[in-house]
């Protein structure tokens, strides 16, 4: 069974400073990994997803996350905070071998401090 | 701009009472999800549908919970009868999964239910 672990519940950092969000996974085969953020009384918005090819995927508002097989990681990074992207964050992954949907981490809350 | 509309967007019921959420997917979107966002819990995933027919309701509580597709534009969850620790957000989502299924799901905003 596929699975998502995100082993911060929170991160704090400061306005400017890079920001690293990390998730790893468990599934078979290759993965289809995807991360969303979710501001306060709204849904999940996509920013970006990792299917195949280049490890490095950049996504939406500057994000960009690395695929790791090795490691079976796909840590969501961006170069310098905003107070902006304090949000609630979600790895999500699913397993293209099989009609399954999408298996959502428990979500990270990222605090960006002026 | 094409998104996931749900009503309503905020529901308080008594205990007992039947609860019926509603989505619209995007048209074009042939799967359709449902979860269930909690505190505790997190994000789960309560049932989805390709096509309109239900391929996993595993994660429902089959007493009380059903979920139906009537047609391509609108899919129902409903709670009957309701009860305190259904007190969640609830979000339908939508996508269209050619085969390999390497498509984003969109969301939409959620319902956000409290049962008193």
């Known amino acids: 069974a596929q699975s998502v672990a995100q082993p911060e519940d929170q991160v704090n950092v400061a306005e400017g400073n890079p920001l690293t969000v990390k998730c790893t996974y468990s599934?078979?085969?290759?993965?289809?990994l995807f991360w969303y953020v979710q501001y306060p009384n709204r849904g999940l918005q996509f920013l970006l997803k990792?299917?195949?090819?280049?490890?490095l995927v950049k996504g939406s508002y500057g994000f960009e996350a690395e695929f790791n097989k090795s490691q079976t990681s796909f840590h969501l990074k961006k170069p310098s905070a905003l107070v902006s992207d304090s949000a609630l964050y979600f790895c999500a992954v699913r397993d293209p071998a099989g009609n399954t949907p999408l298996v959502f981490g428990k979500g990270t809350r990222l605090s960006v401090i002026a | 701009d094409a998104r996931v509309t749900q009503t309503p967007r905020h529901k308080v019921t008594e205990m007992g009472q039947e609860v019926t959420m509603r989505c619209q997917p995007i048209?074009?979107?042939?799967?359709v999800f449902w979860y269930r966002q909690t505190m505790m819990q997190g994000l789960e995933l309560l049932a989805y549908f390709r096509n309109r027919a239900p391929l996993d309701d595993s994660g429902m509580p089959k007493d009380r919970f059903s979920a139906e597709m009537p047609d391509a534009t609108l899919a129902t969850l409903k709670i009957q009868p309701s009860e305190p620790r259904d007190s969640a957000v609830y979000f339908c989502a939508s996508g269209f999964y050619p085969g390999t299924g390497n498509t984003e799901a969109f969301f939409g905003q959620g319902t956000r239910l409290t049962v008193v």
């Open positions: 599934v078979s085969g290759n993965p289809y």
């Open positions: 990792y299917i195949t090819g280049d490890n």
């Open positions: 048209l074009g979107h042939n799967t």
